[in-house]
């Protein structure tokens, strides 16, 4: 089995141990009770998860809770409320806590309904998709969506465990495993060059859902990740850095209607930064064919599709979350593994419009 210990300063419990092995889920009763202890359980999942049978092994830890239809559709308060109102029903108490068995929207949901029941109990994610194992189980964001934004109500909340079992991503839809991958090759960019030789060596097993292939990159991942919040838990600066090729794509996914799923968006997104890279002079061709490369293998589209237009990604930048006076931060890199910090240590960075319209341009021919 692979483990680490991840520290986050500053909050009660200071750490969390994240365990990765094929076949985990079987023995996760003993492990979390061992862990946990006596209290009582509710597991949170959604259909989809839950018709792919792994819940199964879970069944006699505790009650559970199904979240249906699955997916972003219900990532809204009235779900929290839900979670809370049946764990109250059936009078679970300070002493319990929350397993969550899904992707990324059962993880932030179950998360966030841990951080405000009875003030807060524990909550322990078992990622099933490759955004959640790469990147969503850790970290303690939580939240929901608003009718108006993404995530827009939510906590930081770190769970008291991450249980990643790779068999679990067998039963996902090729393209949702595909697109979460991106954050793979995200994770790899920023911060790791052994681990982007890696990705570019073995492809095609992680792409064929071998497992010793998809343990390695979740231990790279949570490596990846876990330093990076914990060296900036509330994303003051350098968590900053995960939003690599982000800002681009949160416009082309939102302007797509969010018929492109995330990871697709992003990866379009990616090719925009090595754009404005090279456009700065931090960054050269070589790089962007071995970026476009990877990602074609993944059968991503590495285009902004013909029916988006530039104004509606113009408007969409500008009103992006992490914008000052209407115009975006974006995090950029000058090698891979080399993040690009300015004199004043800002890991993101005020590009000028003629650059990222540069960038733009080439990604809508
Ligand atoms: N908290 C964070 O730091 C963070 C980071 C990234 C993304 N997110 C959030 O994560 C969400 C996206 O997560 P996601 O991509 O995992 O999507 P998801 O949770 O919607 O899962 C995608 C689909 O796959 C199904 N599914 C999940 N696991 C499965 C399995 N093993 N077998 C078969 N079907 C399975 C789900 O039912 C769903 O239909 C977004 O809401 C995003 O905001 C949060
Ligand atoms: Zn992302």
């Not at 559709?73 to 108490?93: P, W």
Request: glycine share 8%.
């Amino acid at each position: 089995m692979k483990s680490l210990t991840v520290k986050i300063p500053h909050i009660d419990s200071s750490s969390y141990d994240i365990k990765i092995k094929a076949g985990l889920l079987r023995d996760l009763p003993q492990i979390i009770e061992a862990q946990l202890g006596a209290c009582r359980k509710m597991i949170v999942t959604d259909s989809n998860v839950k018709k792919s049978g792994h819940t199964d092994s879970l069944s006699s830890c505790g009650e559970i809770f199904v979240i249906d239809p699955p997916g972003e559709c219900n990532k809204y308060m009235h779900t929290i409320v839900d979670i809370l109102e049946q764990m109250e029903q059936t009078a679970m108490g300070r002493d319990s806590a929350i397993i969550a068995v899904g992707g990324g929207t059962v993880g932030d949901m179950a998360g966030f309904a841990a951080s405000i029941f009875k003030r807060g109990v524990p909550v322990v994610h078992v990622p099933t998709t490759t955004v959640s194992q790469a990147d969503s189980s850790i970290g303690g964001k939580t939240g929901v969506d608003s009718s108006f934004s993404k995530n827009a109500y939510g906590a930081f909340w770190h769970p008291a465990a991450v249980f990643i079992d790779v068999e679990t991503l067998k039963t996902l839809d090729q393209r949702q495993f595909n697109a979460g991958l991106v954050e793979s090759i995200k994770h790899a960019l920023i911060a790791d060059q052994t681990y982007f030789e890696y990705l570019e060596d073995n492809i095609d097993a992680i792409l064929d859902k071998d497992n010793s292939a998809l343990e390695e990159i979740a231990l790279f991942n949570s490596k990846i990740k876990a330093s990076i919040v914990s060296i900036d838990p509330k994303e003051k600066n350098q968590r900053r850095i995960l939003n690599y090729g982000h800002t681009i794509g949160h416009a082309i996914e939102s302007a797509s209607n969010f018929e492109l799923l995330h990871g697709e968006a992003v990866a379009i997104g990616i090719i925009g930064a090595s754009i404005i890279e090279i456009e700065l002079g931090i960054g050269n061709i070589q790089r962007l064919e071995r970026v476009k490369k990877l990602l074609s293998k993944l059968s991503l589209p590495l285009k902004i599709p013909a029916n988006i237009t530039k104004e509606q990604i113009y408007e969409l930048l500008s009103r992006d979350k992490k914008s000052i006076g209407g115009w975006p931060k974006f995090a950029l890199i000058e090698d891979i593994a080399r993040v690009h910090i300015d004199a004043d240590n800002q890991w993101a960075h005020r590009v000028d419009p003629a650059v990222v319209d540069v960038a733009i341009n080439e990604l809508m021919q």
